[in-house]
């Protein structure tokens, strides 16, 4: 193992013990669910839109789950801030797979995506583009 992925180790380590963005936001502008069944990842994601509608002003997650969804979770959180919902719209996996800095296995990759799915559909059902999307499922 180098030195390098060691510190990302590390890195997921503590936005798993010490999550940044954790916790409820008063009065959202939208807000929006999801499990990773296979794992029994849960996670809530809370977001206020800047007063231009576009621009995510700050992101929220409450949940509990494995160390890879938690860390991804924290992680992403502090990346959407400053964000508009069209840059939001355009991430994906890799874009997350990334922020973590280390190769995970095809089974963890649910893990570490959901927060994104979670987000994003949060995002396409405040803008009318999705409806009867109760729960996000990364199955």
């Known amino acids: 193992m180098s030195m390098g992925s060691d510190m990302y180790r590390q890195?997921?380590?503590?936005?798993?013990?010490?999550?940044?963005?954790?916790g409820d936001l008063d009065d959202p502008t939208f807000s929006h669910v999801g499990e990773n069944p296979m794992c029994g990842d849960e996670i809530k994601v809370d977001v206020n839109l800047a007063d231009d509608g576009?621009?995510?002003?700050y992101a929220a997650f409450s949940g509990e789950?494995?160390?890879?969804?938690?860390?991804?979770?924290?992680?992403?959180?502090?990346?959407?801030q400053g964000m508009t919902l069209d840059e939001l719209d355009e991430l994906d996996r890799d874009d997350v797979i990334d922020?973590?800095?280390v190769?995970?296995?095809?089974?963890?990759?649910?893990?570490?995506?959901?927060?994104e799915m979670v987000a994003q559909d949060g995002a396409a059902i405040y803008q009318g583009e999705k409806t009867s999307i109760e729960k996000t499922t990364t199955e």
Request: a negative charge; hydrophobic letters at 40%.
């Open 11 to 22: 890195q997921i380590l503590d936005h798993y013990k010490n999550p940044r963005n954790y």
């Open 54 to 57: 576009e621009t995510i002003e």
């Open 65 to 80: 789950g494995c160390a890879i969804s938690q860390a991804s979770a924290s992680m992403l959180t502090d990346e959407l």
């Open 99 to 101: 922020l973590l800095g």
């Open 103 to 115: 190769d995970i296995s095809p089974m963890r990759v649910k893990c570490a995506v959901l927060v």
